[in-house]
């Protein structure tokens, strides 16, 4: 026969386990049920302290048994909640499908895009020839097709980048595609290449190691200087507008002879200087002349019977004086509060 201890012992653990699932089962919500489970089951709780005082098998059957009732217990409620919560939420979010829905936002192109798009419809109407390239280029067509000198400056690897020990690079410009033009076809040649290149560059607000380029090229019979200044006034008015000055100053490119370089009155400050345009009021916008008779040697056309000019400029800058950009780092940001501003 149980002595009177033992009863006592019983008829407390009945009692903490009758108010232990009354507050499981009254619990409203996560928090209150999580709280309940901490007080009857956590580790300081009066069950597992009581646990770990057992002596005899009797006890500890007793009190596992009313762990696992009060377990099960806390996980029943828990489902319980959950499914509660469930059915709050799909009451509450209900949704009339014969309203008219939300217009997802429309995509666009980017700035880039764009402009690189509209250049291309520019030389189409002139009657040029569109040509996107590779971008891994051989030393021999970016750099010794195009008359630099081994000592040029621009074959260092401070300047470009070199994918191996000097055999092949990441273009430094798109005019080697002027080379695999004219190196398989017989003039007359008018073409515009266009697409990224990549230069050691230093970053500020008009240069960045990636930028795109438009080169084009003309190879025919009895062109002049005359004919080159003609295509870029033509091409500058069509992107930039008849407000916006340009000037031509005389130059030096290893490809081209004579060369000059065409300026665009900055678009930031109207020509009174600032540091989009290093306090010069002009943006340079690139290189051009007459194509090099030792180019055209080079590539098997006869200096004699042929001439051309060429000329290159960078898309992003013509993004900068369009659109008044001031920095072209915002062009590869990705920041969508700048290309939103550029929407159709």
Known sequence: MPDRAD?????????????????????AHAAALHE?????????????????????????MALNAV???LESAVAAREEALRRAELD????????????????????????ITQIRREVEDIFLGLGYEVYDDREVETVEDNFTALNFPAWHPARSRRDSFYLDEGETLLRTETSPSQIHVMQTREPPIYMVSIGRVYRRDT???????????????????????ADLKGTLLHVMRQLYGPDRRVRFRTHFFPFTEPSM????????????????????????MGGSGVVDPAVLEYCGVDPEEYSGFAFG????????LRHGVPDIRYLW???LRFSRQFGW
Do not use: N
């Not at 970053?203 to 002049?224: N, S």
């Not at 370089?261 to 943006?283: F, L, R």
């Open 7 to 27: 009863t006592v012992a019983a008829v407390k653990l009945q009692a903490l386990e009758a108010e232990a699932l009354t507050a499981i089962d009254g619990a």
């Open 36 to 60: 309940a489970r901490v007080r009857y089951l956590g580790r300081k709780s009066a069950l597992k302290l009581a646990l770990r005082e057992v002596r005899d098998r009797e006890s500890g």
């Open 67 to 69: 762990r696992e009732r």
């Open 88 to 111: 709050r939420t799909l009451a509450e979010g209900r949704v009339d499908v014969t309203l008219p829905g939300e217009r997802p936002e429309r995509g666009h192109l980017h700035l």
């Open 203 to 225: 970053i500020d607000a008009t240069h960045y190691p990636i930028f795109h380029q438009f080169e084009g090229l003309a190879v025919d019979r009895g062109i002049t200087l």
């Open 261 to 284: 370089e065409p300026d665009v009155s900055c678009m930031t400050c109207g020509g009174e200087g600032c540091p989009t345009c290093k306090h010069s009021g002009w943006i340079e």
């Open 313 to 320: 400029m960078g898309l992003e800058r013509t993004a900068q």
């Open 333 to 335: 940001e990705g920041d």
